[in-house]
């Protein structure tokens, strides 16, 4: 994110780089340059290329200029595009950003025109006030990922998309405790190493049985999902997509995971749950903060004729309510089931008025 000039005109290139010594980045928190579209932001150093200028020329010379030193050792890590339209749809521009980061410098540092720099640890980098797509980078090279292509584009100052290596990525709008949406975006891999609160839809698909009277239907999660691979869970179940309602979400997911095309009337909605939970899977931390609307769906289901989305569910099973609350209480079964979903069913079904398909 620069400043917008007439001069910029379509596009240009820039380059940003990250300083390391001793776990920490060399951080310039942009406080001094007028008419700042990074005011008050903390960024790497770095700029735009001169007329003629290789990227590793740009890099050097602009790391010289902001902080002093020459760079001895450096990484090109990615290469960033950034997209950025006006509120009212007039103005749209484009910048490619060279994304490095450095582990070998010499020189004495110098003050720098457009702000503070300070070495701020690795750990605490995501808790300053950053752009929302430099916290999506910033996770890919915490996570020492490849040379990848990123693509972020902005309406105003709020991110819109954001692409990597040509696939879309998630983005979720960021929710209070009660659901309410904040207005803040955040990309799926950002929420869940922040812990950031953001809005699922769970399904449960139930049926009447002679054991405990009733029956719900548990799915198999992928072996490659990225939290709780192979375990059982809600029938079916997603994040609200940025901008998504609980309900546009929950008819979305029923539909892509298990082929079941219902309508808003088919569900009905037993409440929200607020859930916290922590986890380290494949090498990672994950922290997962959700606010999610429990329904419930009863219309006839043949679990043999469903259409599996191979990617999220390996295989689903029905399983009597009542033993499906012991095994989880009892952790007899590989699961990520929260029990107060269960106790919810079991009041809809058992002391609630029952549809027609209940009956």
Known sequence: MEEITEERGKGCMTTLCYIEKEGSYLMLHRTMKKNDVNKDKWIGVGGHAKMGESPEECLLREVKEETGYTLTSWRFRGLVTFVTETEDGEGKYAEYMCLYTADGFTGEPTACEEGELAWVKKEDVLHLNLWEGDKIFFRLLNENESFFSLKLRYVGDTLAEAVQNGKQMELFEERLGDGTPTGKIVERGVA????????????????????????????????????????????????????????????????????????????????????????????????????????????????????????????????????????????????????????????????????????
Not at 237 to 245: E, K, V, Y
Request: aromatic share 8%; net charge negative; hydrophobic share 35%.
């Open 192 to 359: 869940h190493s922040e812990g950031r609160c953001h809005g699922t839809a769970h399904i449960w698909i139930a049926r009447a049985n002679h054991k405990s009277g009733c029956d719900v239907l548990l799915q198999k999660r992928s072996a490659w999902k990225d939290s709780n691979p192979g375990c059982y869970d809600i029938s079916s179940a997603g994040h609200l997509s940025a901008g998504d309602t609980y309900l546009e979400g929950a008819l979305r997911e029923i539909g892509e995971e298990l082929g079941i095309q219902a309508r808003a009337e088919d569900l009905r909605e037993l409440g929200l749950l607020e859930k916290v939970s922590h986890g380290v899977f494949y090498g990672k931390p994950f922290h997962d903060h959700e606010v999610s609307a429990v329904y419930l769906y009863t219309r006839p289901v043949e679990a043999e004729k469903l259409h599996l989305q191979e990617s999220e569910v390996e295989a689903v099973r029905w399983m009597d309510l009542k033993e499906c609350q012991r095994a989880v209480r009892e952790r007899n079964i590989p699961n990520c089931i929260d029990i107060r979903e269960l106790e919810m069913i079991e009041k809809a079904w058992f002391t609630g008025e029952k549809t027609k398909d209940e009956e």
